[in-house]
């Protein structure tokens, strides 16, 4: 029989990416130029200058938006203690993290992983290699590590209060 496997404790920086920002910009200038190409196909009609400004504007409303997510990628160190993952945002603290960090893209030197604080406002990391190489394998294991899905859930302060002490019954309804 096997012992249990436990990650190790890890502290990996992130932050804004140099890659996530050049793919952010690839599709920007694909919406651009997809932009342009119907701008020079349907001026047919009369409405060519208005079809010009909804058009251009609708693509520098999105490319800006991407350009202010990108901004807004959150920055520290994401951290697994054995017990609980935390986010430490420098001078803004540490915050526990609700659950796992779960992964929705793995391409081996880079990770895209999304999490929640404790009051349900999410959060997007894009991880390198680069960031820490000699963090990168410890960082892997702890974010596939079985060990985090039986960790007890963080309780916020306020749940805390509120709460039932244990064994205590709860009228039905």
Not at 8 to 34: E, F, I, N, Q
Request: a neutral charge; one cysteine or more; aromatic letters at 10%.
């Amino acid at each position: 029989m096997h012992a249990p496997f436990h990650a190790p404790a890890v502290r990996y920086p992130c932050g804004r990416s140099a890659l996530s920002a050049w793919a952010l910009a690839a599709v920007a200038g694909c919406g651009l130029a997809c932009t342009l190409a119907w701008l020079m196909v349907g001026t047919a009609n009369g409405f060519a200058g208005v079809k010009a400004i909804v058009g251009l504007g609708l693509w520098l409303l999105c490319a800006a938006s991407a350009w202010r997510g990108w901004r807004a990628l959150e920055g520290g160190h994401l951290a697994w203690d054995g017990g609980q993952w935390w986010l430490d945002e420098g001078a803004a603290g540490e915050s526990p993290i609700r659950a796992a960090p779960r992964v929705h893209l793995d391409l081996q030197s880079q990770l895209l992983l999304s999490a929640q604080t404790l009051q349900g406002r999410p959060l997007w990391f894009w991880l390198e290699r680069r960031s820490d190489p000699l963090q990168w394998a410890a960082l892997r294991r702890a974010v596939y590590s079985p060990a985090h899905d039986n960790a007890p859930a963080p309780v916020a302060a306020t749940d805390a209060a509120t709460s039932e002490p244990e064994g205590a019954a709860s009228p039905k309804t």
